[in-house]
């Protein structure tokens, strides 16, 4: 077993448990988005504005769910590199790289520039006159001219670097069809990443089936890791005991 590492074992049964709770968490961020753009996206500032102001407390649910996702991968990120980097170094360490960028791009500057538009939002509904609701249109220009550029990264980023995972994946305890399920469910990500800025019904849904489709992978591979990390720890607990009673019986 390449990768037998009692000593990280905790960390690969922590890394478990958030996977599957970041893989659940897909679902639920899939229906906020749907709920949120169910009269679809708005075509300007303003409409934004409109939107979000109506729906403030959705949105910031939506976009706090997405950060607290991120975080949530910290753990994992790092598991997955001890593990696979057995399999292929190379393809573990770029794919965790990716990964990372990923989780520090998107809380930086995508859900950071949605939570600074619900913000705004706030503002405008609260605004009095006419001027000042365009003060805060004013101010919401640059982030909502951003936010589909952002998105794109956002979505595509990630799936690129688990889908560089999938190649050590294959030859790890993970299985051949756990990495197959992760090409699958990763290219629908980055595929489904170009929505924002190419008009495309299929796009679409290709983006919005994105973060629960990978999100069950993520499920299944909290599963595989878990069971790993039980297999560490009887490991760990059979085969020192053995060695100590071989040497008291010399």
Same mark, same amino acid.
């Given at each position: 077993?390449?990768?037998?590492?009692?000593?990280?074992?905790?960390?690969?049964?922590?890394s478990a448990v958030l996977l599957i709770i970041v893989g659940i968490l897909?679902?639920?961020?899939?229906?906020?988005?749907?709920?949120?753009?169910?009269?679809?996206?708005?075509?300007?500032?303003?409409?934004?504005?409109?939107?979000?102001?109506?729906?403030?407390?959705?949105?910031?649910?939506?976009?706090?769910?997405?950060?607290?996702?991120?975080?949530?991968?910290v753990a994992p990120t790092v598991a997955a590199y001890l593990i696979l980097r057995h399999y292929n170094r190379?393809?573990?360490?770029?794919?965790?790289?990716?990964?990372? #960028?990923?989780?520090?791009?998107?809380?930086?500057?995508?859900?950071?520039n949605?939570?600074?538009?619900?913000?705004?939002?706030?503002?405008?509904?609260?605004?009095?006159?006419?001027a000042l609701r365009a003060s805060y249109v004013g101010a919401a220009t640059y982030g909502y001219a951003a936010l589909p550029l952002?998105?794109?990264?956002?979505?595509?980023?990630?799936?690129?670097?688990?889908l560089l995972w999938c190649v050590p994946m294959a030859k790890s305890f993970f299985g051949?069809?756990?990495?197959?399920?992760?090409?699958?469910?990763? #290219?629908?990500?980055?595929?489904?990443?170009?929505?924002p800025v190419v008009s495309s019904s299929i796009l679409s849904w290709l983006q919005i089936l994105a973060p629960p489709f990978i999100g069950l992978w993520f499920?299944?591979?909290?599963?595989?890791?878990?069971?790993h990390s039980n297999q560490l720890a009887y490991l760990d607990g059979t085969t020192y005991p053995t060695v100590q009673t071989a040497t008291i019986d010399r």
């Amino acid at each position: 077993m390449p990768s037998y590492q009692p000593s990280w074992k905790g960390l690969y049964r922590v890394s478990a448990v958030l996977l599957i709770i970041v893989g659940i968490l897909g679902f639920f961020l899939m229906i906020g988005g749907l709920d949120l753009y169910k009269s679809g996206y708005p075509s300007n500032p303003t409409a934004y504005l409109q939107l979000v102001s109506q729906h403030q407390g959705l949105a910031n649910g939506l976009w706090s769910l997405w950060i607290l996702g991120d975080f949530l991968l910290v753990a994992p990120t790092v598991a997955a590199y001890l593990i696979l980097r057995h399999y292929n170094r190379t393809m573990a360490l770029v794919g965790t790289l990716i990964a990372g #960028l990923y989780i520090f791009y998107d809380i930086s500057v995508t859900e950071l520039n949605s939570l600074t538009l619900v913000s705004l939002s706030h503002g405008y509904a609260s605004a009095t006159t006419d001027a000042l609701r365009a003060s805060y249109v004013g101010a919401a220009t640059y982030g909502y001219a951003a936010l589909p550029l952002q998105t794109v990264l956002s979505f595509g980023v990630g799936s690129v670097g688990w889908l560089l995972w999938c190649v050590p994946m294959a030859k790890s305890f993970f299985g051949r069809p756990t990495a197959v399920f992760g090409v699958v469910v990763n #290219l629908v990500g980055i595929i489904g990443a170009a929505a924002p800025v190419v008009s495309s019904s299929i796009l679409s849904w290709l983006q919005i089936l994105a973060p629960p489709f990978i999100g069950l992978w993520f499920i299944v591979v909290g599963f595989k890791l878990y069971h790993h990390s039980n297999q560490l720890a009887y490991l760990d607990g059979t085969t020192y005991p053995t060695v100590q009673t071989a040497t008291i019986d010399r």
